[in-house]
């Protein structure tokens, strides 16, 4: 009986509504071991994870029966209402519309884990647009700047 064999590995980042500064040290930990059991859920690998105050990255290795759509609309949906439950913000919490998602190799994994787990010192020297355009541009990804994040920077 043949079986299936899959190596996917996908970068999800999304950012808080209005590019408030809202995922605090307080909760942050918590918030990153709830994503992570989203994503375990969803028979995937949670790899690296950061929640920086107003975005997140994940890398995910990404079950083959699993759309990269649904993994980051459960994960966006479930944390949002994770949080509001907890009442770890003043105010109702949501993220912004949509996503980044950028497959890697296997040889870019421990590098793409390094870069998330990173991200507090990464984010002293660079904001999040400028990151998030050069991720788009070392990528080829072409885009429109209409339908990117909103930019409060």
């Given at each position: 009986?043949?079986?299936?064999?899959?190596?996917?590995?996908?970068?999800?980042?999304?950012?808080?509504?209005?590019?408030?500064?809202?995922?605090?040290?307080?909760?942050?930990?918590?918030?990153?071991?709830?994503?992570?059991?989203?994503?375990?859920n969803?028979?995937?690998?949670?790899?690296?994870?950061?929640?920086?105050?107003?975005?997140?990255?994940?890398?995910?290795?990404?079950?083959?029966?699993?759309?990269?759509?649904?993994?980051?609309g459960?994960?966006?949906?479930?944390?949002?209402?994770?949080?509001?439950?907890?009442?770890?913000?003043?105010?109702?919490?949501?993220?912004?519309?949509?996503?980044?998602?950028?497959?890697?190799?296997?040889?870019?994994?421990?590098?793409?884990?390094?870069?998330?787990?990173?991200?507090?010192?990464?984010?002293k020297?660079?904001t999040?647009?400028?990151?998030?355009?050069?991720?788009?541009?070392?990528?080829?990804?072409?885009?429109?700047?209409?339908?990117?994040?909103?930019?409060?920077?």
């Open positions: 009986m043949a079986n299936t064999y899959t190596q996917i590995y996908i970068q999800i980042v999304f950012a808080v509504q209005n590019r408030t500064n809202l995922i605090t040290e307080k909760f942050r930990d918590q918030l990153e071991k709830y994503m992570c059991g989203i994503i375990s969803n028979k995937s690998k949670p790899l690296a994870i950061y929640c920086n105050p107003d975005h997140t990255h994940i890398l995910i290795g990404l079950h083959p029966s699993i759309s990269v759509a649904t993994i980051a459960d994960i966006k949906a479930s944390s949002s209402k994770w949080i509001n439950e907890n009442k770890f913000v003043v105010g109702k919490f949501n993220w912004q519309d949509g996503y980044g998602a950028f497959s890697y190799s296997k040889s870019q994994i421990d590098d793409v884990c390094k870069y998330i787990l990173n991200q507090a010192e990464h984010h020297k660079r999040f647009k400028d990151e998030y355009l050069s991720i788009l541009q070392k990528l080829n990804i072409e885009y429109n700047d209409s339908y990117l994040f909103e930019w409060y920077d």
